[in-house]
């Protein structure tokens, strides 16, 4: 069984204009696939891996034979993290500067917003945060709301296409800060990619991905 490049939720350009089409599709169609290929490539060297999830993969990183885990690492990751991230983001709605009733942008509700009241005082703290964390990440990476082992929620940062997974964290949100997410429209402006991409977070998936975290 091989893995997939995943559909988009929304057309290319459903998050404008806080993300533009012409990213969204460079995004998806050139390096998403790409890493969903080169990891492809790998496992047909070591047929015993194929059929895994790609979460028992990331999670168990040192079982895999030392020749393509790096390749499952970086290309794994970038799959696994790409997956999520299209998911938690969603058109903007009217007010928070779309032209459409979507659902993206605003503040948690339910679970998750409790969970991040408890963690962090209250969501402005929590955004305050971890806006400082995406915008400072030095190189390429990503930002993330994880729960750790405990079942803390916690800010975290990771290099490349690293993922919370492989350091026994589940991922709940999570920012690309790859300059390939941001720099067709706001070229080496992050810190404004990271204000702007509040605007167009899927509240709803996120509560999802927390729920199913902490079964």
Request: charged fraction near 20%.
């Amino acid at each position: 069984m091989k893995y997939e490049l995943p559909k988009l939720p929304y057309a290319y350009d459903a998050l404008e204009p806080f993300i533009d089409a012409r990213t969204m599709e460079i995004h998806h169609t050139k390096h998403h696939a790409t890493y969903v290929a080169k990891l492809n490539d790998a496992l047909t060297l070591f047929p015993e891996f194929t059929g895994k999830t790609i979460e028992d993969l990331l999670t168990s990183l040192h079982l895999i034979n030392e020749t393509i885990r790096t390749a499952v690492r970086n290309h794994g990751g970038g799959h696994y993290n790409h997956s999520l991230f299209w998911k938690i983001m969603a058109p903007p709605s009217s007010r928070n500067g779309g032209t459409s009733e979507g659902t993206g942008g605003g503040e948690p509700k339910g679970k998750i917003a409790e969970a991040i009241a408890q963690a962090f005082g209250n969501f402005s703290n929590f955004k305050e945060d971890f806006t400082k964390a995406a915008a400072t990440l030095f190189g390429s990476g990503w930002a993330w709301l994880t729960l750790d082992a405990a079942g803390k929620l916690e800010i975290r940062t990771t290099q490349n296409q690293d993922s919370p997974l492989s350091q026994g964290e589940r991922p709940i949100l999570g920012l690309d800060v790859w300059e390939h997410a941001y720099y067709v429209k706001y070229l080496w402006n992050r810190p404004e990619y990271v204000k702007n991409w509040w605007n167009i977070i899927n509240w709803k998936q996120v509560e999802e991905n927390f729920k199913a975290a902490i079964k």
